[in-house]
């Protein structure tokens, strides 16, 4: 089974909590928008420490390395059988920041050519109810679980 691991960055904004997603980059998803968004994350190996996995995953996709006190979620097993690993943590970050590695895809699909796609080519804060109307529909019970698991200090 494929496993995923992930850091979902999320802050307090008046009454609400708000959550950073990303968007993936390449021409497949260059139009695509609804439950088209992700948490940061990447495939991991069993011999791997899933929560070193997620951080590394969130930097190669954002550029930006997160610390804090990271509070583990239950995995979620997405609709194509990969078990996603995530790990919230409080931060404020900046999306105008993100810096995403690159992957090779072939483009035009057997064409024979290939193009560098970054990973993500956006990354923007949502409130929840937004959030949940753009995140990949087999991510939405990870955002289930972060109201009832983070508590932000007053």
Do not use: Y
């Not at 509070?71 to 996603?84: N, S």
């Not at 404020?92 to 290939?114: Q, Y």
């Amino acid at each position: 089974m494929k496993k995923s691991a992930g850091i979902l960055a999320c802050r307090k904004a008046g009454k609400n909590i708000e959550v950073f997603l990303a968007h993936p980059g390449g021409p497949f998803w260059k139009n695509k928008d609804e439950h088209a968004w992700s948490v940061p994350k990447g495939e991991f190996t069993d011999d791997e420490i899933p929560l070193e996995a997620a951080k590394r995953e969130f930097w190669e996709e954002t550029g930006i390395q997160i610390s804090g006190e990271f509070i583990k979620l239950e995995p979620v097993k997405q609709p194509g059988g990969k078990l996603v690993f995530v790990w919230a943590v409080e931060a404020d970050l900046n999306p105008a920041d993100i810096k995403s590695n690159t992957f090779p895809l072939e483009w035009p699909p057997r064409s024979g050519k290939t193009i560098d796609v970054p990973e993500i080519d956006k990354a923007a804060w949502f409130p929840l109810d937004i959030a949940r109307q753009k995140i990949h529909k087999g991510q939405i019970p990870i955002l289930e679980q972060l109201s009832s698991k983070v508590d932000f200090k007053p």
